[in-house]
Structure formats: C-alpha cells, structure tokens
C-alpha cells in the first residue's frame, strides 16, 4: 500500500492494520522455520494442525459467547459475535484490503513455496470457523487476493459431513 493511502486511513484503522502485519510476519515467519527445519509436507502437516486448532479455541469462545447472549449458531450470529478486528480490512484499498494479504504476498518473490501457504491460512481458518461454530455449513473461498484476484469472496453452504461431525481440516488422528 501507497504511503499517501497508509496515512489518509483514520489512526485507529492504521494501529489495528500494524498489529494485524505483526500477526501476518509471525505466520510467514513460523512457516518459514517449518519449512526450513521439517520440509514442506511437514511444514504444510503442522500449519494446518496449529491453524485448526487455533480455530476450534476461536470458535469455541464464540459459541460461548453466543450461547450467553442467547444466539443460535448461525452464519449471521458468528459475524455478530466474531473476534476478527474489522476495522483494520479497508474495501477501499482494493487488493490490500486486508492486512494479512498486503503483508504475504510481499514474501512470494523470495520465498515461492509461501505462495501455497499463505492461502493455506484463509482456507483453512474460515472453513473451520464456519464448520465449528454453526456445525451446519461449510465454506469455500472463490476468490483470493493471495491467489492474484483483485479481492476476496467465499461461499458458505449446508454439509451433511459438518453436521456429523467431520470437519473439513480435522487432522488425522485429532479426536476433537
């Protein structure tokens, strides 16, 4: 992003935006060791452990949270309950609208196996996410910045699987 747009976005917006890169180079950066210490598959094998996991605490929390407010476990309610900091993703920004994605691809051109990994991260977050908290649908991303589209668009839809229990990203082996 321009520096001329970085500075014309409210303070707030610029803070959430810095933290969120922090986030998104401490991603790049355990992959990285991953990738260097264990090769990809390995890597790839323990990204998606720790992002599924990451996800089950997420949606967890959320379905607490809902529950307490007397919410159904809804698409519309996870948005309602969610814990993403949304302010900090900017549509006006185009391709950089979202933090994450403006901070990744810049690490494409040195390190192109990261171009499978970064995506990696949006699928299998929002796909377990949805699956967790709903229990009910599933998610598809159609689109991604990170796969060189101009944004980002998902679809969610209704899964038998999901409904019994069998999550998309579940590892094998991994009894929750």
Same mark, same amino acid.
């Given at each position: 992003?321009?520096? %001329?747009?970085? %500075?014309?976005?409210? !303070? ?14 401490? =991603?790049?950066?355990?992959?990285? /060791?991953?990738?260097?210490? $264990?090769? #990809? ?12 996991? @990451?996800? @089950? ?23 309602? /309950? ?7 993703? /900017? ?5 950089? #609208? ?12 040195? =390190? ?6 970064? !995506? ?6 929002? %796909? ?8 009910? $649908?599933? #998610?598809? @991303? ?13 679809? =969610?839809?209704?899964?038998? +699987? ?8 579940? !590892? +094998?082996?991994?009894?929750?």
């Amino acid at each position: 992003m321009s520096e %001329t747009k970085e %500075t014309e976005l409210d !303070p707030a917006v610029q803070e959430v935006r810095k933290a969120s890169r922090q986030f998104a180079m401490l =991603y790049f950066n355990f992959c990285k /060791v991953l990738e260097e210490e $264990l090769g #990809h598959d390995k890597a790839k094998e323990l990204v998606n452990k720790a992002i599924f996991s @990451l996800s @089950l605490d997420r949606t967890d929390q959320l379905r607490e949270k809902a529950k307490e407010q007397g919410l159904d476990f809804t698409l519309e309610n996870f948005n309602a /309950v969610s814990d993403l900091a949304r302010t900090g993703w /900017v549509k006006e920004l185009g391709r950089d #609208h979202c933090p994450y994605g403006e901070t990744w691809v810049q690490y494409y051109a040195k =390190y192109p196996w990261f171009k499978e990994l970064a !995506p990696f991260y949006c699928d299998i977050i929002d %796909t377990t996410n949805i699956e967790n908290f709903t229990r009910t $649908l599933s #998610h598809k @991303l159609t689109k991604n910045v990170l796969w060189g589209d101009e944004t980002c668009e998902r679809e =969610y839809f209704a899964s038998e +699987d999901v409904a019994k229990g069998k999550f998309t990203y579940r !590892p +094998d082996g991994d009894d929750k």
